[in-house]
């Protein structure tokens, strides 16, 4: 009864097991050293510490035939019962007891109950739990949430930022921090991307597998739940510092540094913006250039402490970190399409004169290859802000406040030089047409070389991209026993604001003579294919969420309790993005010709182009647009869990779901891509392209320039579990469940926007509906006290209606989203381990435990039928017109080769592994880690048709293929107060590559690219 507890006395509970076995230890005496308190455990292994004053003590366990243990800085709290269980070591068989003193073993109470808490945090969760603590970020070297995730089973990691969890994307996964729903500042994506949240903010990071009612209604795939660091009991400083090296970036370092123009995003398309582009395309830095990177470097800070104030304690814990970056990616790029056959179109029996591509199994159609550098800079601030308090002296009222900053400045630098077309005959290259016509004729033979082998194309572009993240949170608990028996509330209120801002993206296009000069400008042939361009653009979203619950226990029996809770969850979300867009390409662009094209000034690319680009008229501007989003989803749920005995838990439940969204686009006119899917508004014929685009994806007529994209749904989504403990280890849990899945503002909204490293285009599809997914898992688990851990599972997905990615062509080639009318089902296994090798009976083996994970996943979705019919046989329109269907055109046969009518889903690689090696030696207080990651290959573009490229062609699958990355991390401790940190991460520095279907086509990699090895080295301390 802690009533009988003196405020300078506390009590300590637990239980003591073989850290091999898992099994009680009978007869370990404890003792609370520095005192006269101590006791010895039961035949269970349990013991009780009645009455030791309050303090912070070392906490020792001795027994014969075990290796003593020392618990350091364990702190007694006056008033207050503690749990503390503890995993004991055996002595190896030919140790004798007489050497107990040379072979004991220290560990703080902190690693202790961090382990502890873990262990049943999995084990006592309601959902399939997978979980990594502070000290795992450490072990893997990770320096954020994105690099740490994708050491837990069945995850990957997308563009650095984004997990995709058993297959499904982030599209299928709700992030929360401290429990809440955040925005997202990427303008692509609905998730909040991971590298946002720095280790040093981080005391633990879980991942529910299976969904509650409590839970978003989106978290298909999982959720992700990161929790800030803990509050110490007594006044603790943290200090870490380090530095690091990326070796492409020592060796090929590209920097487009230059001052920053800001257009006034109030006031888009006036005369004020159009005078700052003149100005950043006449003046400055235009292209990245070579130089030594900047040494890579990072510190972090954080104060946490517990104070008693009038009988209550307050908790409190700041934290500040920064960060610099300096990365450079090398390799190549070749994009390659499917030319048609020729065929006589004879309806119903046409007459194929000549094979497409797609039949001779090659891609005849090339954009060239090309040499690319990408390089980033990139600091990172961060500050966390928080507190606890008790309203009352029991504790029993808790009230919290968190605030939570990261800004992260990108400098993005990407080049495309050398660009050639190798093994593409003249002929080959004229009949490509547009561009690569003009390119022959007015470069090849002229000034006595040949431009298919000797000049070179160049593609640049030099951005800064801004993104910030801020949230407050106020949280409180009540614990109502003294007013209503079995009842205690929770409720949480959050306001975040996020915004990422691209400023001056400057994309400069020329082609290199073979004697290092450089030639752009428009000819009649080329078109203003070479123009230079830049853009601006700007993403805010401000959220508002509120959740309350109500929970109440209730005893039945006396092995039987009944635990429901009810609760309400709202969320209101809003977006805007604006955008501006300038091509230069009118007034005083240079006009090459065949006496224009060898200057001695053109070797300074900059001059070159601030001189060729002259100043931009108003027919020169891309339109400018400006999109807004909204997004209210209004929850009801209910849950219940049913526990009879310590071996059943019976749980189900359901979530009311209202959810609205909606986005619209406006503009002065027809801005830049319209004619992807849209009408025109000036009141002219409707474009050709959005006609065919549309119907291709069945969306039907073209949309008004006024549609505005609208989902407003109600959902009712249940949630049942079971779960079983035969033995006290061992965990069975089953469990079904119905979730919804939408689409990310970005995906919904009818905007383009370039890619900043792939400088590729995408546009949103206002027409998305949202996927009913359907999931079946199950998992046995073994995880026991000291660590050790086995655990197999599997589930089954089935969703209705995904989402997916194709390319289709508007003003230019654009990735866009649209609703697979099939359904996929998503099914896996996922195996999970880890052993200490004590069981050798062999001291330094014991030092060592090894673990892994593997995941086995499967998914086959239908191709729909229109992209089948566009690359075999053809698409008729709604005119009678046939489009397309020449790639697969045979003239051996006289008929069309079938393609692929099925292929995975977008992300979803078929197997994933993690396998480490782990050393620790507590006495010598070392850890070294050796992890490996690897991942099969993976669909990232399917099959499309793009009806705008000179002759129309084809692209097939692309994958990224297969890859393994092997870190090493080393952690000593030096003394009471320092540590020292090493780490090197990919060090076999293998290529990367991402290729056409293979079995389709015989063709180069699209892409390949080597990210360089990394180098840290760290020392933190602890005061």
């Known amino acids: 009864d802690l009533d009988e507890l003196d405020a300078s006395e506390g009590r300590i509970v637990g239980r003591v097991v073989d850290k091999d076995t898992g099994a009680p230890v009978s007869g370990v005496a404890i003792l609370l050293e520095g005192s006269d308190f101590g006791t010895v455990t039961d035949a269970d292994g349990a013991y009780r510490i009645e009455d030791a004053p309050a303090g912070v003590y070392t906490l020792s366990f001795i027994k014969g035939g075990y290796i003593e243990a020392n618990v350091t800085d364990y702190e007694v709290v006056g008033g207050e019962e503690q749990e503390f269980a503890f995993a004991l070591p055996p002595r190896p068989a030919e140790m004798s007891d007489n050497v107990y003193e040379l072979q004991d073993f220290s560990v703080s109470a902190e690693e202790a109950n961090q382990l502890m808490m873990n262990l049943e945090l999995r ?3 309601d959902t399939m739990l997978d979980v990594m603590s502070a000290e795992d970020f450490s072990k893997f070297a990770a320096s954020d949430v994105a690099e740490a995730i994708k050491r837990l089973p069945g995850v990957t990691i997308q563009e650095g930022k984004f997990a995709v969890i058993r297959g499904l994307d982030e599209r299928y996964t ?97 005369q004020g913006n159009v005078d700052t582009a003149i100005a950043a395309a006449s003046g400055g830095r235009l292209t990245p250039r070579k130089k030594d990177a900047p040494q890579e470097y990072e510190y972090a800070i954080d104060i946490s402490d517990t104070v008693e104030l009038k009988g209550r304690k307050i908790r409190y814990l700041a934290s500040a970190s920064h960060e610099e970056d300096y990365k450079t990616v090398t390799g190549t790029k070749h994009d390659q399409f499917a030319n048609p056959g020729r065929v006589f179109p004879i309806p119903g029996n046409p007459i194929i004169i000549s094979s497409g591509d797609l039949a001779l199994g090659q891609l005849g159609y090339s954009a060239g290859d090309f040499d690319t550098t990408e390089s980033l800079a990139s600091d990172r601030d961060t500050y966390l802000a928080s507190f606890l308090g008790d309203l009352d002296e029991e504790g029993m009222h808790q009230l919290g406040y968190t605030f939570f900053k990261v800004n992260i400045d990108d400098a993005i630098s990407n080049v495309q030089e050398n660009g050639s077309f190798e093994g593409v005959s003249e002929e080959d290259l004229r009949n490509q047409g547009g561009f690569y016509e003009g390119y022959v004729d007015l470069y090849n033979g002229n000034g006595g070389y040949d431009a298919l082998l000797e000049s070179g194309l160049y593609t640049s572009l030099i951005t800064d991209i801004e993104r910030e993240l801020k949230t407050h949170q106020v949280n409180g608990s009540h614990d109502l026993d003294d007013l209503f028996s079995g009842f205690s509330v929770n409720w949480i209120y959050s306001h975040a604001d996020t915004e990422q801002t691209e400023t001056n993206s400057f994309v400069s296009n020329a082609i290199r003579l073979p004697d290092g000069s450089y030639n752009t400008g428009q000819n009649t042939d080329m078109g203003d294919s070479l123009a230079p361009s830049a853009a601006w653009r700007k993403i805010e979203e401000e959220q508002d969420y509120y959740q309350g619950e109500l929970t109440h226990v209730y005893e039945l029996s006396d092995d039987m309790t009944l635990e429901s809770s009810l609760g309400y969850s709202k969320e209101n979300t809003d977006r805007d993005v604006y955008q501006e867009f300038y091509s230069f390409s009118a007034g005083g662009f240079k006009e090459l010709t065949s006496g224009n094209l060898l200057t001695s000034s053109n070797s300074d690319l900059d001059e070159l182009i601030a001189d060729a680009a002259g100043y931009p008229d108003t027919q020169s501007v891309r339109v400018d647009a400006q999109a807004e989003g909204e997004r209210e989803i209004e929850a009801y749920f209910f849950n219940g869990k049913l526990s009879i005995g310590e071996k059943f838990d019976v749980i189900g439940g359901v979530r009311y779901e209202d959810i609205y969204m909606s986005t619209t686009t406006s503009s002065a006119g027809d801005f830049f891509n319209f004619e992807l899917l849209r009408d025109t508004s000036t009141g002219g014929s409707t474009p050709d392209r959005a006609i065919e685009n549309t119907q291709i994806l069945g969306i039907g007529d073209p949309l008004d320039p006024d549609y505005e994209g ?26 079904y469940s119905q979730t919804v899945a939408r689409p990310s503002f970005k995906e919904f909204t009818y905007v383009t926007t370039q890619d900043p490293s792939s400088l590729d285009y995408f546009s949103g599809n206002p027409t998305l509906e949202t996927s009913d997914v359907e999931s079946f898992d199950l998992r046995v688990e ?57 069981f050798f009976n062999d001291e330094f083996l014991s030092y060592f435990s090894v673990g ?50 099925s292929r995975p889903l977008f992300n979803q690689p078929e197997w994933i592994a993690n396998v480490d090696i782990t050393f620790e030696q507590p006495e010598w207080g070392t ?39 092997l870190d090493f991390t080393l952690k000593q401790r030096l003394n009471d107060t320092w540590t020292l940190g ?28 080597k990210l360089g090895r990394e180098y840290k080295i760290s020392l933190s301390a602890t005061f």
């Open 174 to 270: 709700s992030t929360l921090f401290n429990g809440v729903p955040v925005p997202s500042p990427d303008p692509d994506r609905q998730s909040v991307p991971l590298d946002l949240f720095p280790s040093e903010v981080v005391k633990n990071l879980s991942i529910s597998k299976t969904y509650s009612p409590e839970f978003q209604g989106n978290a298909a795939a999982g959720t992700i739940n990161i929790l800030t660091n803990s509050y110490a009991e007594d006044f603790t400083v943290n200090l870490s510092m380090g530095a690091s090296w990326n070796e492409n970036a020592q060796d090929d370092y590209i920097d487009g540094n230059r001052a920053r123009r800001s257009i006034d995003y109030g006031d888009l398309g006036s």
């Open 710 to 735: 609208l989902i407003d749904e109600e959902h009712w989504l249940p949630a049942f579990t079971f779960i079983y403990r035969p033995i006290e280890p061992v965990r069975v849990i089953a469990s």
């Open 782 to 838: 073994y995880v026991a006290e000291n660590g050790d851990l086995f655990a197999i599972g599997g589930f089954w997905k089935t969703v209705d209606n995904p989402i997916e990615k194709t390319s289709l062509y508007g003003a230019v080639q654009t990735d866009l989203y649209f609703n697979n009318p099939n359904s996929v089902d998503i099914y896996g296994l996922e195996l999970e381990a880890r052993k200490s090798l004590d």
């Open 982 to 1009: 090493f780490s090197a991460k990919n060090l076999t520095d293998t290529e990367r590559s991402v290729s056409y279907d293979d079995d389709l086509v015989s063709a180069s990699d699209n892409e390949t690219y």
């Open 852 to 901: 892994g994970n593997l995941a086995l996943i499967e998914a086959e979705i239908d191709v729909a039928e229109s992209f089948q019919q566009l690359l075999s046989g053809g698409f008729y329109l709604e005119s009678g017109e046939r489009i397309g269907g020449d790639y697969s055109a045979n003239a051996s046969t006289g008929g069309y080769d079938s393609v692929d009518d």
């Open 927 to 965: 850890r070294a880690t050796l992890a490996l990651f690897t991942q099969s290959d993976v669909l990232v573009s399917a099959a499309s048709y793009l009806g705008g490229v000179g002759n129309t062609v084809a692209v097939p699958d692309r994958y990224m293929d297969s890859y393994y990355q």
């Open 123 to 125: 084990m006592n969760s």
